[in-house]
């Protein structure tokens, strides 16, 4: 079983900043992707951005430019660097990690609790 610890939400003013952490433990052997999720109030959830293990990333085009996605393999730690933030970003972040637990084991994927960003002037 894998548990995610999510931190760094809140509240900011339009064009702020935040920094969300995202750490891995439990029964991991290797980590594949780790991605930030979001889900607004009445909206689907969707992908913000992704990362492979050897730190190819991609983004969502409501985020590009603003966000910056990066990894600490040896903390099993994602990061979500948000700038210039909007109203629009808005949105419980959730973070996500396909994971091993054994070299032989199949691969799960695993959900943070979510993490609450407000952007509100």
């Known amino acids: 079983q894998v548990q995610l610890v999510e931190s760094g939400g809140g509240l900011v003013q339009p064009g702020g900043s935040l920094r969300l952490s995202c750490a891995a433990s439990?029964?991991?052997?290797?980590?594949?992707?780790m991605a930030w999720y979001r889900q607004a109030p009445g909206k689907e959830r969707e992908l913000v951005a992704v990362i492979t293990k050897s730190g190819t990333a991609n983004y969502a085009d409501a985020v590009k430019g603003r966000f910056t996605i990066s990894r600490d393999n040896a903390k099993n730690t994602v990061y979500l660097q948000m700038n210039s933030l909007k109203p629009e970003d808005t949105a419980v972040y959730y973070c996500?990690?396909?994971?091993?637990?054994?070299?032989?084991?199949?691969?799960?994927?695993?959900w943070g609790q979510g993490t609450q960003v407000t952007v509100s002037s």
């Open positions: 439990g029964s991991i052997f290797s980590i594949n992707g």
């Open positions: 996500n990690v396909e994971s091993r637990a054994t070299m032989i084991s199949p691969r799960v994927m695993s």
